[in-house]
């Protein structure tokens, strides 16, 4: 019945013509009645195509000739003139019916090509958002089965083996006689899909890269291969295509990861290895060398000389001593493993804490205390803070020239709490603000020879971010110096906890 429909709206296109044409008979000549006729047959022509217009055209022949052509009501057609009418009326209806069809099905492919460009558009859009291969295979077969409502497989090929990846409907496995196909069709090299067999349940198409096929997609519908007409045959192609190309971008995507990953391994280990050689070797030999004078030649030394090579040897293992906990803590940072006791803290001690103990490592240079009164206690580590404090005070040493001021400042800051360690050195460089938290990255302006790994700051950067603050580098704007300024927010209400109280010893 569905078939019938259109020659059923040709016949009611003619009808009508025949209506218009016997109201305006009495006013036109039968040259411009035929016009309406021709007309009928151009709609027939772009509403259902070329079949329904000839059924139309041999309707309005007839239609004319009985109703307007001498004998009225007769088919017969007597006079010479009025056959030519009606050959040429029926010529002229053919090729204009067969135009205006042609122009029908021109639209028509428009129109399914730009659907389809649509189509390829979105999926292309949302190719850009995937960073994972499954979830680009998924995205594939899904996308197959919601444009064109067939089932869709994928299968991937890794390290030689071709394996169903992906289905839509979801499926457990692929029989043999497909699996068989499916691997034809990669093994071809081809750009055409395998052949199809009677067992077989998919058309197989290539995904095709520039110089190999890295799987296939199969297409099936009803439980056979499906049968695709052209335009969807070029929309399953053009698919497997951009599938193709986002599998080479996310292969070159991890290449680059993995490449880049293994130079900041190899960097690491590089920097690892030169500061143990240099801050394990160094104080070692130092220690050696002292011990075995203190050993050999005591008795050829003053009491004076004797007491510099004892200090010798325990300043050089209290470096050594610093060098391990600062590994020691940054594997605890970087493997997640820091534990961080947030109890209500006096920062006021903390500070007091930290001045003590680097109070060694200050040697000359002056340190000053800027502590705003009433501050108040915040849910933090004191020990952890503590140990910033004195990195940030040893770094201050290592840079600043010696009888210089290094000062910790500590106040208010509209909602938060901020500590400042400010010194009197050359500052930083720009182009080191960004990396100077990093493991093992160290500056060369102004350095002083005292040894260092270039960890101190990177511990701090994890330490006080594990407590939940914030902690950045700058310059001073006063004068040539670096500024490390540590946030932490305020509470909201009083801790009234009693504090922590830090250990005073290294």
Known sequence: MTRLLPYLGASGMTALAILLAL??????????????????????????????????CALSVASLNFFFLPPIHDLRVNDPENVVAVLVFIGVAILVGRFASRARADARLAEQRATVTNKLYIFAGRLTSVDDLADLLSLTARQIHEALGLDAIVLFAERDVLALRSAMPPIEFLGEVDLEQAEQCWRRQESAPATESASCHYLFLPLRAANSILGVV???????????????????????????????????????HRARVAAETERLRSAMLSAISHDLKTPLASILGAATSLASYSSYYQQQERDELAETIREEAERMNRFVANLLDITRIESSTLEVRQEATDIEEVIGAAARRARRVLGDHRLGLRIAPELPMLAIDGVLLEQVLFNLLDNAAKYAPPGSTVEIEAGRQHDRIIIKVTDEGPGILPQDLQRIFEKFYRSDRGRRQRAGTGLGLAICRGFVEAMGGRIHAGNRTDRSGAVFIIAFPEPPEPLSLPATVCDDDD
């Open 218 to 256: 199969g297409v099936g519908q009803d439980g056979q291969p499906a049968s695709l007409s052209r335009e969807d045959l070029r929309f399953v192609e053009a698919i497997a295509d951009q599938v193709a190309l986002a599998i080479q971008r996310l292969t070159l995507v991890t290449e680059v």
């Open 23 to 56: 109201l305006i008979d009495t006013y036109l000549f039968v040259a411009n009645v035929a016009l309406v006729f021709l007309t009928a047959v151009v709609l027939a022509a772009l509403r259902w195509g070329e079949l329904p217009a000839l059924f139309a």
